[in-house]
């Protein structure tokens, strides 16, 4: 198999799914493909959402004492969860991570599935995950974690694409270049450029994954669809999730 690494997924946090995830459906003009029972036993309960190929989950613990629950208390609810690449070779991948001082955090093995997270604390910003699924070298191909048929809940009327991930850091391009190391992509100035999506890292005055970029049908439709569920719209940008959603 060829080498190849994507951006497969980004994971959100949030206090609870409810209005989150309907928020998230309606603005945006998505649809809910699965909910993971899987992720209960770390006191989660999630829910998956096509972006075109790109899946955009979001978690909210139902317990105390979850990892989750921590990253929300730690960052007062602000900032991305967890970023997801699908690739060939993911336990290389954490090998190479670990050699860096980038310890793994969590082993996931449900064939065909096989992940690698690393811990956010040696990221930095948000969890990085490695992660392979016999057959996922096809961008359509089968991806568990998104159940069986997370295919046909793709939709392109409203939003056609999740584009690109911005990360905040007092020091935006050492992060750039930190990530880079990790995930295998050499950094241009503060940016990742992968196949189907870009990590732009900006000036902030902490480490977190603070934006996602979405290419849109109509911007003006969308932002009207946020301020009507009373979300505050700035230019073409709105708070949800714990990360700005900017259109473009």
């Known amino acids: 198999m060829a080498p190849y690494l994507r951006l497969r997924q980004i ?22 493909c699965y909910r993971d029972g899987n992720v209960a036993k770390y006191g989660l309960e999630n829910a998956l959402l096509p972006v075109d190929t790109i899946l955009l989950e979001v978690v909210a613990p139902f317990q105390d ?14 900032g991305g969860y967890m970023a997801i690449f699908c690739c060939d070779d993911p336990d290389e991948r954490g090998r190479h991570a670990n050699a860096m ?45 998104a159940g069986p048929d997370w295919q046909k809940s793709i939709r392109k009327d409203v939003t056609q694409a999740l584009v690109a991930v911005e990360m905040q ?14 995930i295998g992509v050499a950094a241009d100035g503060s940016e990742l450029k992968l196949p189907n999506a870009t990590f732009r890292f900006v000036k902030g005055a902490s480490e ?3 934006a996602l970029e979405f290419r849109v049908v109509d911007p003006a439709s969308v932002l009207h669809a946020a301020k009507a569920k009373g979300l505050a719209v700035a230019g073409n940008e709105f708070l949800l999730g714990g990360v700005t959603f900017r259109l473009s």
């Not at 004492?65 to 602000?78: M, Q």
């Not at 850091?169 to 990790?182: F, N, T």
């Open 101 to 145: 001082g980038v310890r793994t955090a969590n082993v996931i093995d449900h064939a065909p599935y096989h992940g690698v997270q690393l811990h956010p604390r040696d990221c930095r910003a948000a969890f990085i995950e490695f992660n392979h699924t016999d057959g996922s070298d096809d961008i359509l191909g089968p991806y568990p974690p």
């Open 169 to 182: 850091s007092p020091d935006p391009k050492e992060l750039a270049e930190h990530w880079g190391k990790i």
């Open 11 to 32: 994971c959100l946090v949030a206090p609870q799914l409810a209005p989150v995830i309907s928020d998230i459906a309606e603005i945006m003009g998505l649809s809910v």
């Open 208 to 210: 977190i994954m603070s």
């Open 65 to 78: 004492g979850t990892t989750a629950g921590r990253f929300i208390e730690k960052t007062g609810g602000r």
